[in-house]
């Protein structure tokens, strides 16, 4: 089964810019596109960005040139370079399979908070 440890989360202050990373097992990941999800207080968890097995990207028109995703098929880890960060980005952010792997898949996740 697959599972997904994510890291990187912190306080930052708005403008800033934060480097998530997410660390992927139990499945063959260099085969599936990844996407990182984030999900902010008393809204559904929404995809933010994907990647395809072959690195075309993705991304939601609120994040798009601000957010970069990448993957390194070596270290099964999929990363989310987020800057000029705004207080809209709180959120907890999640990796997982695009589209996900199942309800039982998803980590723990990553607290961003964007405040001054």
């Known amino acids: 089964q697959a599972q997904f440890v994510e890291s990187g989360g912190a306080l930052v202050q708005p403008g800033g810019s934060l480097r998530l990373s997410c660390a992927a097992s139990?499945?063959?990941?260099?085969?599936?596109?990844m996407g990182w999800y984030r999900q902010a207080p008393g809204s559904q968890r929404e995809l933010v960005a994907h990647i395809t097995n072959t690195g075309s990207t993705n991304y939601v028109d609120s994040v798009k040139r601000r957010f970069i995703i990448s993957r390194d098929n070596v270290k099964n880890t999929v990363y989310l370079q987020m800057s000029s960060l705004k207080p809209e980005d709180t959120a907890v952010y999640y990796c997982?399979?695009?589209?996900?792997?199942?309800?039982?898949?998803w980590g723990q996740g990553t607290q961003v908070t964007v405040s001054s």
């Open positions: 139990g499945s063959i990941f260099s085969i599936y596109a």
């Open positions: 997982n399979r695009f589209p996900p792997a199942g309800l039982n898949s």
